[in-house]
């Protein structure tokens, strides 16, 4: 199982960040998937959850109306779409499915 995240970076107050989350190893299109995220001195997070054929999501109460899960399971990838973005969106973003975890991309929401 490979879990590759992108699309972290700097980006101010407001703005907008896609993440990607390339898979592979696996039969993508079986599993739900998840995003997580751990800021600097916080534990780590749930953000959002997928299900298989990407009909059911669920997110955190603090993400809610702003992020969007999503994918596209003939690319074996996931998405977080992030707008409205905040200070307290700065973490570290991984994937995870049935245990396996991505590297992490960095996003911090910075002036």
């Known amino acids: 199982v490979q879990l590759v995240e992108s699309g972290g970076g700097l980006v101010q107050p407001g703005g907008s960040l896609r993440l990607s989350c390339a898979a592979s190893?696996?039969?993508?299109s079986s599993w739900s998937m998840r995003w997580y995220r751990q800021a600097p001195g916080k534990e780590r997070e749930?953000?959002?959850?997928?299900?298989?054929?990407?009909?059911?999501?669920n997110y955190a109460d603090s993400v809610k109306g702003r992020f969007t899960i999503s994918r596209d399971n003939a690319k074996n990838t996931a998405y977080l779409q992030m707008n409205d973005l905040k200070a307290e969106d700065t973490a570290v973003y991984t994937c995870?499915?049935?245990?396996?975890w991505g590297q992490g991309t960095k996003v911090t929401v910075s002036s």
């Open positions: 995870n499915v049935f245990g396996h």
């Open positions: 190893g696996f039969t993508f």
């Open positions: 749930l953000v959002a959850s997928i299900d298989n054929g990407g009909t059911i999501t």
